[in-house]
Structures are given as structure tokens and as C-alpha cells.
């Protein structure tokens, strides 16, 4: 007689997958609160950086043959042209010109510092909110740990409600969550400082452009007759 045994299959060992959107879900409301308002700075910080880019991009854009233009002007005693060709202009460095053509006729000193004080607003003027982006670039990475604190905390309350019995899936899966939040900070923490820096770049061009302008007109005005 012949006897057949039959072995029995071995289960398939599944293998896990860790999904973004399961772990937000299942990180609780404060690390749910904490990657809502991470995402927020994200959109605020992407709205600010194009912003700003486009703003400093267009301030820069001056016509070749702007200032060889006012030179023209001024030389053949053209003031008004200058002006009109300034406000046609309409960027920070021909504001400058225009301040320092309605000072004609005072001392070179007095047209310098007007010059100089129109310059500061107009820096302050393309600066603005590039300060949110630094304050951003270093409270997100913060808030992402304040989340990994919140959830090591539930883990450990969990486990302790456990009778002392480690689950370690239950372990995993409150570290899983807990370190969400701070990978989420650092994401946002790290757009933040390269946004910030990228903007700081081009203000400092701006700025330069700006001064050699103002230094060529000067110049222009202190050429003897």
C-alpha cells in the first residue's frame, strides 16, 4: 500500500510597503496638525520664492541705451527728456536717476545722499518677505522634530498600555510616523534656505546694478562743462 504525504505550502511572506498617505492618516491629530501646517509653510514659501524671483527679474531690465541716454540729456541741458525717459523706464535704477535729476542744481553731496536714501527703499522694497523665507527655513525643521517628540510619546504611551508587552509592529509603525514629521521639517526647512539664499543672490545683483548706476550719473554730473 502506498501512502502519499503531501506537504503542506509554505505561506508567501507578503512584503510590506510603507505609504506616505497611510502614514499621515495613522499619525494622530497632532502629527496630522503638525504635517498640515508643514505643508502650508511649503506653499508659502513656494508662493514667496516666485514672487519675488519675478519682481527682481523685472527690476533689473534696464534698456541697453537707458543710460547713454541720460547722458545725451543731461549734456544738452535735457532734463525734462531725462525725467520722461526715467518714468517711461519705470525700474529701481531709472527711480534713482530720476531722484538725483530733480536735485540738479544743488551740491553734489545733497544729490549723492538722495540718491543714496531712494536707493534704501527701493532694497526695501525688494527685500520684502524675503525674511518670512529665513524664518521658515529654520521653524520648519523644529516643527518636524515636535512631531517626532508627539509621536515617540503616543508610541511609548501605547506600549505602556500594552501590559508591558513590546510589540514591536506597534513599535514600527509609531517610529514610522514619528520620523514623518521630521523628514516633512527638513523638506520644507531645506526649500526654505535654497529659496532664501537663491533670493539674496539676486537682490545683491540688483543692488550692484543699482550703485554702478548711480555712480556712473554722479560721474556724469561731476564732469566738468
Do not use: C, W
Given at each position: 500500500?502506498?501512502?502519499?504525504?503531501?506537504?503542506?505550502?509554505?505561506?508567501?511572506?507578503?512584503?510590506?510597503?510603507?505609504?506616505?498617505?497611510?502614514?499621515?492618516?495613522?499619525?494622530?491629530?497632532g502629527?496630522?496638525?503638525?504635517?498640515?501646517?508643514?505643508?502650508?509653510?511649503?506653499?508659502?514659501?513656494?508662493?514667496?520664492?516666485?514672487?519675488?524671483?519675478?519682481?527682481?527679474?523685472?527690476?533689473?531690465?534696464?534698456?541697453?541705451?537707458?543710460?547713454?541716454?541720460?547722458?545725451?540729456?543731461?549734456?544738452?541741458?535735457?532734463?525734462?527728456?531725462?525725467?520722461?525717459?526715467c518714468?517711461?523706464?519705470?525700474?529701481?535704477?531709472?527711480?534713482?536717476?530720476?531722484?538725483?535729476?530733480?536735485?540738479?542744481?544743488?551740491?553734489?553731496?545733497?544729490?549723492?545722499?538722495?540718491?543714496?536714501?531712494?536707493?534704501?527703499?527701493?532694497?526695501?522694497?525688494?527685500?520684502k518677505?524675503?525674511?518670512?523665507?529665513?524664518?521658515?527655513?529654520?521653524?520648519?525643521?523644529?516643527?518636524g522634530?515636535l512631531?517626532?517628540?508627539?509621536?515617540?510619546?503616543?508610541?511609548?504611551?501605547?506600549?505602556?498600555?500594552?501590559?508591558?508587552?513590546?510589540?514591536?509592529q506597534?513599535?514600527?509603525?509609531?517610529?514610522?510616523?514619528?520620523?514623518?514629521?521630521?523628514?516633512?521639517?527638513?523638506?520644507?526647512?531645506?526649500?526654505?534656505?535654497?529659496?532664501?539664499?537663491?533670493?539674496?543672490?539676486k537682490?545683491?545683483?540688483?543692488?550692484?546694478?543699482?550703485?554702478?548706476?548711480?555712480?556712473?550719473?554722479?560721474?556724469?554730473?561731476?564732469?566738468?562743462?
Open positions: 500500500m502506498l501512502l502519499f504525504f503531501t506537504q503542506e505550502p509554505t505561506p508567501l511572506q507578503t512584503e510590506k510597503t510603507l505609504s506616505l498617505v497611510e502614514l499621515i492618516q495613522n499619525a494622530g491629530l502629527g496630522q496638525l503638525i504635517i498640515g501646517l508643514l505643508f502650508l509653510l511649503l506653499m508659502v514659501v513656494t508662493y514667496i520664492y516666485f514672487e519675488r524671483l519675478f519682481a527682481i527679474r523685472a527690476a533689473v531690465k534696464v534698456t541697453p541705451n537707458f543710460m547713454p541716454q541720460i547722458r545725451s540729456f543731461v549734456m544738452n541741458g535735457k532734463l525734462e527728456g531725462a525725467q520722461q525717459l518714468i517711461q523706464e519705470n525700474i529701481p535704477v531709472s527711480r534713482l536717476i530720476a531722484k538725483g535729476l530733480s536735485r540738479i542744481g544743488r551740491p553734489l553731496e545733497d544729490i549723492n545722499t538722495a540718491i543714496e536714501n531712494a536707493g534704501r527703499l527701493e532694497v526695501y522694497q525688494l527685500e518677505n524675503i525674511s518670512v523665507l529665513a524664518t521658515i527655513a529654520g521653524a520648519a525643521p523644529m516643527l522634530f512631531g517626532t517628540v508627539i509621536g515617540m510619546i503616543l508610541s511609548i504611551f501605547e506600549i505602556s498600555n500594552a501590559g508591558g508587552n513590546i510589540d514591536m506597534l513599535l514600527a509603525d509609531g517610529l514610522y510616523t514619528a520620523m514623518t514629521t521630521t523628514v516633512a521639517g527638513l523638506v520644507v526647512g531645506i526649500v526654505g534656505y535654497i529659496s532664501y539664499n537663491h533670493l539674496v543672490v537682490i545683491n545683483k540688483a543692488v550692484y546694478q543699482m550703485e554702478s548706476s548711480s555712480l556712473e550719473f554722479l560721474d556724469l554730473l561731476n564732469e566738468p562743462a
